[in-house]
Structure formats: C-alpha cells, structure tokens
C-alpha cells in the first residue's frame, strides 16, 4: 500500500497564545482513521500535527463504515466493511493495517422461526471498544438495528442482550425502510468509563436508551427530545437521535444530535434540555456529527447542515462552518477561517468529525465530498491534508506511543 508525505498548505503563525501551548501530555505520534465509500486510510502525524503521512489505500472498493482502534492496547484495529462478494463482516488487524484477518463469525442476527419476522445485517455500522476492565470486548450497531457484543477482540460476534428480537424494540426500530436513507441503524453505543455495565444507545430511528445491569434491561431515555412536526413523541419509532456523545470529563453529561436539534442531558435528570435554539437562525440546529471536549464538559462543537424543505443535507448556503460552545449551549460561536467561504455544498456524516485529547484540542472531519480537514487550535483554523478521497463516512484519531 502506498505511503506518500502530505504537506498541509502554509498556516497563520499569529495563532493566539492558547493555540501555541506545548502539550502537557503530548503522544510521540498520531493516527487518523478514515473510513469511505470505496475503502479505509490511515493518515499518520507528528505530535505537533503539522505533517501527516498516508497509508492506503485498505479495502478499495469495499465500503467501511466504521475503523476504530482499540485504545485498551494500542495495537487492535477494527474495520467494519461490507464487500461485494462477502457481504456485510469485520477485519481485524493487530499491526495498524500491515495485514488484516476476516472476523470467523461477523455479526447476524439469529434464525427466525418464521420468514416474515427474520431480518440480516445489511451492514454493521458501528465499532466501540468495551470497558477498560473488559479487554478484548467489543460492541458493535448494526443496520438494521441490531446490537452485538465480541469478547475475544472482535474474532466473532454474538447478539447482545434480548433487545434484537424483543417484540416491543423490534417495534420501535420500524421498518427495514425507515430511518436514513441507507437504512436505519443502532449507533452511538456507550460505556459509561466508571461502570462496565452502565451503557447507552442510538436507534434511527427507535430513540435512546439506557441499561444500567450490563444489557439485561434497557429503558427509553427520550424525554424533552422533539420529532418531526405531526407525528406523536410518545412513540419511540419517531424518534431520529443522529449522534450522543458523552462527556469524557463528566460522564453525567451527555450531548445529543438530533434530527430535531441539538441537546443537553444531565443526569440522573432524564429529561434533554434543547440548547440548539440559540445556534443562528439561518443556519438552525440540524446535523450529524457532534465532538466533545476531552477536558472541559461546556464545550462541544457541531457540524450544522441544511435541513431546510427536502432535507439537501448540504452546508447550509455553500459556506461550512462548525460551531463552538463553551458554556453549555447558552451560546454558540461559529468557526470557518480556512474553509471554503462559498459554493461548498458538501456536508459531513455522523461520524465523520472527531478530536484527539492534546492541548489545543485537535479536530478532524471528513466531507461527502472526498475531504480531509484538520485544526491544531480547537477550530479556530482548519487545514485540508487530503483531497479527492471517496465519500467519507468516519473518521477516528489515536494516539500512538
């Protein structure tokens, strides 16, 4: 696989000071994970974030979802692809993507006694390492909704818990053509770092949901949360949540993007406050991607995208722009020097944006136009280190020692 320097475009030197702090804990090297349309990259970094080498491309042709490494060992990388002959499955690879090794039993939902209630996984959508006292455990979301669990680093995959073929959740999920346009699917799955059994999930759509005994039971967690006009919130199937991340330095706060605005949840309350109404008018509070500050709960940043009419799922107006909270939500800061100022009609997927943990924070997202963009200083400039990729769906960073 060929490895070629990208060198990012001349940058502003007159950063503010806060973008020129040396990392308190900075790693040797850094790892970005893209995964496409049309295959996987890996984009390795200096500690500075300055120039990136690439490897790739992984898998070409096959879609991949999902390329997660497991940061238990540092070593274990997941991809979750769907080929042309094989179908939906999962690689392994134990050496960041030298070789990789086809999962012996890669997610499926178990035989149905009858045809009209059997369902196969289109395509797993969604890659999260378990806890750190569980190493070699892995969750997987699947499309259509379906939640699996690995215990020997992502070897073979079993359903997890009852909820794949409990009547009521089964009814929640809807149909195989409901949620996006790909297929709905079971996403965000979360392991609360102070408790192995304590977890979260997405469903788009079926809404969010909560198991405090390690998957034996699970309650909806949609209270405040609105669905599209028309349609009754009471009803689980209408509920679209596009992203729920949790705070890594407050486990009891989560963020929520939804396909109706975004969201605070603090708990134990149960009940999501919207804090996406004081986002600009012109631009609202639709989107997919949502990152959180490593260290600092107030701040999030967001992704908008032009949910106006038929739903373009474009930038709104051609101009990309994340945007900044740093007091929970009461106010929002928009952030687009480096990025396209017009006609960019590109947008980017749920989990297609992330951050790494150095100070500055360092952001990264992938573009539904084949682009790869990255910001040393917390978005307050971004730089486009990859062009003409294929179609982004994810993007991930490591660090490496």
């Known amino acids: 696989m060929a490895t070629k320097t990208v060198s990012p475009a001349a940058r502003d030197e007159t950063a503010a000071p806060a973008a020129r702090r040396k990392s308190r804990s900075a790693p040797s090297r850094l790892v ?14 200096d500690a500075r974030r300055r120039t990136w080498q690439v490897d790739g491309p992984h898998f070409l042709g096959h879609v991949v979802n999902h390329l997660h490494l497991d940061p238990r060992d540092g070593r274990t990388l997941l991809a979750a692809a769907k080929t042309g002959h094989l179908g939906p499955t999962v690689f392994r690879s134990t050496n960041l993507g030298r070789t990789w090794k086809e999962a012996a039993r890669p997610p499926a939902f178990a035989k149905a006694a009858e045809a009209a209630t059997a369902r196969a996984v289109d395509h797993t959508f969604w890659l999260t390492p378990g806890h750190a006292s569980e190493r070699g455990t892995w969750y997987a979301g699947t499309s259509p909704q379906g939640l699996f669990r690995s215990e020997d680093g992502g070897a073979s995959w079993a359903p997890f818990s009852s909820l794949n073929d409990d009547p009521q959740y089964r009814a929640w999920m809807g149909s195989a053509q409901d ?11 979360i392991v609360d770092p102070r408790d192995a059994a304590h977890l979260y999930f997405a469903m788009s759509s079926g809404g969010v949901h909560e198991s405090t005994d390690g998957g034996r039971h699970w309650s909806p967690l949609v209270e405040g949360l609105e ?3 028309g349609f009754d919130p009471a009803t689980l199937t209408f509920h679209d949540p596009h992203l ?9 706060r989560l963020y929520q993007q939804n396909h109706c605005g975004i969201y605070r949840l603090d ?3 149960r009940r999501w406050v919207r804090i ?18 490593p260290r600092d709960a107030d701040t999030a940043w967001v992704f908008p995208m032009d949910g106006t009419s038929v739903w373009p799922r474009t930038s709104p107006q051609g101009r990309p722009a994340a945007y900044v909270t740093r007091n929970a939500g009461k106010t929002w800061v928009r952030l687009d020097t480096g990025l396209p100022e017009q006609q960019a009609w590109w947008t980017v997927k749920r989990q297609a944006m992330t951050a790494d943990a150095q100070d500055p924070v360092g952001l990264y997202l992938g573009t539904t136009s084949g682009e790869l963009w990255t910001s040393r200083d917390e978005g307050q400039r971004w730089t486009c ?15 490496l020692a």
């Open 276 to 293: 996406g109404s004081r986002m600009p008018r012109r631009v609202g509070d639709v989107g997919f991607p949502m990152v959180v500050h």
């Open 32 to 45: 970005v994970l893209v995964a496409t349309r049309k295959g996987a990259w890996l984009f390795h970094g």
């Open 244 to 252: 729920v991340r949790l705070c890594p330095s407050n486990p009891d």
């Open 267 to 269: 708990r134990p309350g």
């Open 385 to 399: 280190i990859a062009r003409h990729l294929p179609e982004i769906y994810a993007v991930e960073v490591a660090a």
């Open 179 to 189: 949620g996006t346009p790909d297929g709905p699917k079971l996403h965000s799955i």
């Open 227 to 229: 669905v599209v006009e």
